[in-house]
């Protein structure tokens, strides 16, 4: 009987550690998803934007 309560234990310790792990670790993973995003969503715009400003430059001249 002592494995089992043993095995028990453990798991209630570990089930009970990862929901304190969650409750600190969840919003700074969120924290960080937000900041990435933002950062991506930034590097979006300047790609886009530099893109369409280059539009006319990158094309040959026409040969003549």
Known sequence: ?????QLAAVG???IGLWKL????LMP???FVFKIGLII?????AFWFFNKKNR???DTP???A
């Open 1 to 5: 009987m002592k494995p089992v309560l």
């Open 12 to 14: 209630l310790i570990g």
């Open 21 to 24: 792990a969650a409750i600190f």
């Open 28 to 30: 700074l993973l969120f």
């Open 40 to 44: 991506g969503l930034v590097m979006l």
């Open 55 to 57: 539009g006319k430059e």
């Open 61 to 63: 001249p026409p040969a």
